[in-house]
């Protein structure tokens, strides 16, 4: 069959690897492997089909096994499984389950899961990665009106030589180095990949100056300069930012509702209020008007620290009630699946959660937490993953658990000073204006991607949700609302140590239809207040 399949790829002009060759080969039926080759030819327009292909593109593999029912459909998943691309839970069902109604169809999109194939991490795998980042935001900054006379590093000296000192021109460039002179004064070393130049921000330039007070090492800026033939001297600085011209309403009264950080195993965990949320969502607690409420509920979004974990900080198993991570899952997992089928849940790891620290951070059950590949409403996604839902209008959530935002806050005057741990939903906001989740190299552990940096965001979303500082909070940026999730946990002293406040049991709703935002509590009762995200 192989070499019938390789006749088949000379014919059609297709070049394919060798494993993929080989996969195809063991199908039991010749047609459904032409036809999947066929598929992805036609549908879209690709000629070299390799195993980066599909992991970098999962949304694409999803829609193909969409084409596919019965036998068909199971040996396309025996293909995908073999290549090594995990399906979630609902992929790997009949399509009688997914491919719904027209109206129900794309409920929910994968758009982008991270997967990454295991290698040895070397520099230049930083190295590239730093420049897919630097690239990517330069392409953004590009599109500025503002940025006149675009040079690089490398033709700054010989532009200016022929015309003076004093011209203006633009710079993109990512920030190496900052420090504060003894005047006051702020220095940056700035490079792009040409080359390497210092710049001059002075006090009494004052909007630039305190624009200069945000920037992180690492990230990548736009400047207005002059030169005097040793320092750049900046006028004005650009942040890529992000800005969303249309927000969304959707024709169908369909609720999101947002949760983070349930910790179960730890004896801080909150069981009995998360059971209360449990019977909530289902519909069979509160007034009449609150169980409609509920059953509105289509998607529950639950960001990261779904466990409490084990060896996380010292001394931590003392703090813990279940001591095995697998035990954990199965708790929790027998805890979602009391949670109504119709409602689809998707779900990344934290930095307690049982996958590896690094981010992107993998999808949870691979190595420990199988228990919760049982729950058939639940879509397992990485840490960061940019996710679609909606029966008619589809919203972009980001979600990110947000192991950086310490950090952040840590480096930036106004949100240490501000007390951001307490307004998570601040640090967003120069999350977005950096276009990236982690923009310094030492703000979080993480893995380089071969084609991109999978903390950069690229793509505007409608919605970013967040969790980690166990505190919940609703805002917006730019038209992008911004919801903080709360946590299930009263306070532990790592919380204490690491500076969270927590505010446990609040659970954000958003209403796809009114775009009204309510926070519903479940820390004694059922409490509601809104605003509304117009």
């Known amino acids: 069959m192989n070499q019938e399949m390789l006749n088949f790829c000379m014919q059609k002009g297709l070049l394919i690897d060798r494993k993929i060759l080989d996969l195809l080969g063991e199908l039991e039926n010749v047609e459904i492997a032409k036809n999947l080759l066929e598929l992805i030819e036609y549908k879209y327009k690709q000629k070299i089909i390799t195993l980066s292909f599909f992991k970098n593109n999962l949304d694409k593999v999803y829609e193909i096994i969409s084409s596919y029912k019965g036998n068909n459909l199971e040996l396309i998943k025996f293909f995908f499984n073999n290549l090594g691309i995990i399906l979630p839970e609902e992929t790997l069902r009949d399509n009688e389950n997914i491919n719904l109604s027209s109206e ?8 982008k899961v991270y997967q990454n194939r295991p290698k040895k991490i070397e520099v230049r795998d930083f190295v590239n990665n730093f420049r897919n980042r630097f690239n990517s935001i330069r392409a953004i900054l590009q599109e500025r009106i503002e940025l006149d006379n675009l040079l690089s590093i490398s033709r700054i000296n010989g532009k200016n030589s022929d015309k003076g000192n ?3 021109f633009s710079i993109i460039a990512m920030v190496f180095d900052k420090r504060t002179t003894k005047n006051g004064n702020i220095i940056l070393e700035i490079e792009d990949l040409t080359g390497r130049i210092s710049a001059l921000i ?12 945000e920037l992180l090492l690492d990230e990548v800026i ?6 005097n033939g040793e320092i750049l001297f900046v006028t004005d600085l650009f942040f890529p930012d992000i800005k969303l011209l249309e927000k969304k309403k959707s024709q169908i009264d369909e609720i999101i509702a947002f949760i983070s950080d349930i910790h179960v195993g ?4 909150l069981e009995s209020n998360f059971e209360r949320f449990i019977e909530w969502i289902n519909g069979n607690i509160g ?7 509920a059953l509105k509920v289509k998607y529950l979004f639950i960001t990261g620290d779904c466990v409490d974990g084990v060896g996380v900080y010292p001394d931590q198993e003392s703090q813990l009630i279940i001591k095995d991570v697998n035990e954990q899952y199965k708790k929790l ?12 849940m998707i779900l990344c790891a934290g930095q307690h959660d049982a996958v590896r620290v690094a981010e992107p951070q993998p999808i949870i059950g691979e190595f420990f937490g199988q228990s919760m590949k049982e729950v058939k409403n639940l879509y397992l996604v990485t840490n960061p993953s940019l996710i679609e839902v909606g029966a008619k209008v589809q919203f972009k959530v980001l979600m990110y658990h947000g192991a950086s935002m310490h950090g952040i806050i840590n480096e930036i005057e106004k949100l240490r000073l501000g007390k951001s741990h307490d307004s998570p939903t601040e640090v967003v906001k120069y999350m977005l204006k950096k276009r990236h989740l982690a923009p310094s190299h ?3 552990t993480y893995t380089p991607l071969e084609k991109e940096d999978a903390l950069m965001i690229n793509e505007i979303p409608d919605i970013v949700v967040t969790g980690d500082l166990h505190r919940p909070e609703v805002s917006e940026y730019n038209g992008v609302l911004l919801i903080s999730g709360s946590c299930w946990q009263a306070r532990t002293p790592f919380e204490e140590k690491v500076g969270n406040n927590p505010d446990p049991c609040k659970v954000p709703l958003f209403n796809m239809k009114t775009r009204e935002v309510k926070i519903i509590d479940f820390s004694d009762g059922i409490k509601k207040g809104g605003e509304n995200a117009d």
């Open 104 to 111: 129900k169809r794309f409920n929910v999109k994968l758009t």
């Open 166 to 168: 004093h011209n203006s």
């Open 202 to 213: 002075t006090k009494n330039k004052i909007e630039v100056f305190e624009k200069s007070k």
């Open 222 to 227: 736009a400047l207005k300069c002059s030169y």
């Open 266 to 269: 730890s004896n801080k965990f």
């Open 287 to 293: 007034t009449k008007e609150q169980r409609e409420e």
């Open 333 to 344: 997992s027998s805890m979602l699946l009391r949670i109504r089928d119709d409602l689809k």
């Open 442 to 444: 030492s703000l979080v």
